[in-house]
């Protein structure tokens, strides 16, 4: 599961689309341990000068200047994005579009984040309909699919172990958007 | 020559869970060779065939190596060595 902000989703959709048809990569960054995303930090993507559209890598100069912010702010990476905006190399549907799924390159570097969601937004042109999905690798180290649940605000919704109590709790006659 | 080791989640196995260790070696070649004889198996998680692993991203006090001479980079006393794990992919 994937709470994450309406604007954040907006966000990176945004940056797929401004750097189509090169892949657009960056981070969600949240409070350590939480497991939600508060604000968004797009990377360049270090490894496509000719944007040819199938490869990212984030700057390691860049990743580091995070790194050591995420730190003071005792923020941690949530989610790592990136976009797809070519034919995967090993499609998993004959649509002979862009796909959301991770390639067998993503998921050996989802490998060294277990507990990161890794999100993609597929997209076939800078203006077209974009495909987000978000996974996970579970306890056996198999990729899950994340269910994403979009809010408008992190108030009313469990995004954390313990974090929020839940809204019968606080208000019995509010509804409950969780 | 000790230096102060930042390890990534995914090495902590090594490391007894810990994120912050101790090393000696006045290069980082030096200092993963110490690393490894304290923290077994964590060399082959950094170095293949005699360089860093495309899967790490290697600092000493706040520069990457790979722009200071890699595993060659001098490492000061008391200096720092983060080492986080590489962020890539593609279709």
């Known amino acids: ?5 309406a604007d954040l989703v907006e966000e990176i959709v945004a940056h797929a689309r401004r750097d189509h048809p090169r892949e657009a990569c960056g981070q969600l960054l949240g409070p350590e341990e939480s497991d939600r995303p508060e604000r968004y930090v797009p990377m360049t993507n270090a ?9 990212y890598r984030f700057d390691s ?11 003071e702010n ?7 994005f990136h976009s797809h905006t070519r034919v995967p190399r090993r499609p998993l549907t004959d649509s002979g579009r862009p796909e959301a799924y991770p390639s067998v390159k993503d998921i050996e570097y989802m490998g060294l984040q277990p507990g990161v969601h890794f999100a993609i937004v597929a997209l076939t042109g800078p203006d077209a309909e974009p495909d987000l999905r978000s996974f996970l690798l579970g ?5 899950v699919e994340d269910e994403i649940q979009v809010v408008e605000n992190y108030m009313f919704s469990h995004t954390g172990a313990g974090d929020v109590p839940p809204v019968a709790a606080l208000a019995p006659d509010v509804p409950d958007r969780s | 020559m000790s230096a102060t080791v930042s390890i990534p989640t995914i090495l902590r196995t090594h490391t007894g869970g810990e994120k912050q ?9 030096e200092v993963i060779a110490d690393l490894d004889a304290n923290h077994p198996g964590i060399k082959d998680r950094l170095v293949t065939d005699g360089a860093l692993h495309r899967f790490v991203n290697v600092y000493v006090n706040d520069e990457d190596v790979r722009f200071a001479g890699g595993l060659d980079a001098q490492v000061p006393d008391g200096g720092t060595v983060t080492i986080l794990p590489a962020v890539a992919g593609g279709r």
């Not at chain 1, 860049?62 to 995420?70: I, L």
């Not at chain 2, 260790?21 to 070649?29: E, H, N, P, R």
């Open chain 1, 1 to 5: 599961m994937l709470v994450i902000r």
């Open chain 1, 47 to 55: 490894d496509d000068a000719e944007a040819r559209g199938s490869d």
């Open chain 1, 61 to 71: 100069r860049e990743q580091f200047a995070v790194h050591k912010q995420a730190l």
């Open chain 1, 74 to 80: 005792d923020e941690e990476p949530v989610v790592v």
């Open chain 1, 139 to 143: 306890p056996d180290g198999e990729v």
């Open chain 2, 21 to 29: 260790v101790k090393a000696d070696g006045s290069t980082l070649q």
